[in-house]
T-cell receptor, first 115, second 109 residues
Framework: GAVVSQHPSWVICKSGTSVKIECRSL??????MFWYRQFPKQSLMLMAT?????????EQGVEKDKFLINHASLTLSTLTVTSAHPEDSSFYIC???????????FGDGTRLSIL | GQQLNQSPQSMFIQEGEDVSMNCTSS?????WLWYKQDPGEGPVLLIA?????ELTSNGRLTAQFGITRKDSFLNISASIPSDVGIYFC?????????FGAGTRLTVKP
């Protein structure tokens, strides 16, 4: 089945650092990918929809200048958390619809810890 | 975004027992999905439901898409220790997917 790869799986860095997270579709093309954030013991909250070749669509309350999304190719979307602060520490997960409108397949997530 | 109402929040059961969890929404969805998430990993799809009234099984798992399109349930029969994890329901209209808060399942051997 369709596989989504996410990298890195864990990041620990100092406050003020910008962090880039990659999401790749391994055996299929994804014109659309989704970025979620998950706080401990909570559900997944959609942050933004990444669209290949056009601007991302952000959910209400998500700062687009803080969370930069680039969908440069049909198999890669990146999320950059700019000038990260401790409150940005969270589990970030990407997903993409699979072949023939299959349900979304998720990456393994990136745990971001800002000191 | 809109969230689904998933219950129960957590369950502690003995190995071999059956489990039932459900999700309700005030809005209609075209697709209902059930995912399982292990600690530190992304959700993995268990069952996808595409038609109102549909009942689908995947091994010991059975899920149904409610007739009103506003609810779904997931049953796990004869639970085993590896069933431990968090189960999320999700309702989707095309690629717009919303999640329940999750049901945390603990299975005692």
């Amino acid at each position: 089945g369709a596989v989504v790869s996410q990298h890195p799986s864990w990041v620990i860095c100092k406050s003020g650092t910008s962090v880039k997270i990659e999401c790749r579709s391994l055996d299929f093309q994804a014109t659309t990918m989704f970025w979620y954030r998950q706080f401990p013991k909570q559900s997944l909250m959609l942050m933004a929809t990444s669209n290949e070749g056009s601007k991302a669509t952000y959910e209400q309350g998500v700062e687009k200048d803080k969370f930069l999304i680039n969908h440069a190719s049909l198999t890669l979307s990146t999320l950059t958390v700019t000038s990260a602060h401790p409150e940005d520490s969270s589990f970030y997960i990407c997903s993409a619809p699979g072949h023939w409108n299959e349900p979304q397949h998720f990456g393994d997530g990136t745990r971001l810890s800002i000191l | 975004g809109q969230q689904l109402n998933q219950s129960p929040q957590s369950m502690f059961i003995q190995e071999g027992e059956d489990v039932s969890m459900n999700c309700t929404s005030s809005s209609i969805f075209n697709t209902w999905l059930w995912y399982k998430q292990d600690p530190g990993e992304g959700p993995v799809l268990l069952i996808a439901l595409y038609k109102a009234g549909e009942l689908t099984s995947n091994g010991r798992l059975t899920a149904q898409f409610g007739i009103t399109r506003k609810d779904s349930f997931l049953n796990i029969s004869a639970s085993i220790p590896s069933d431990v994890g968090i189960y999320f329901c999700a309702g989707a209209n095309n690629n717009d997917m919303r999640f329940g808060a999750g049901t945390r399942l603990t299975v005692k051997p």
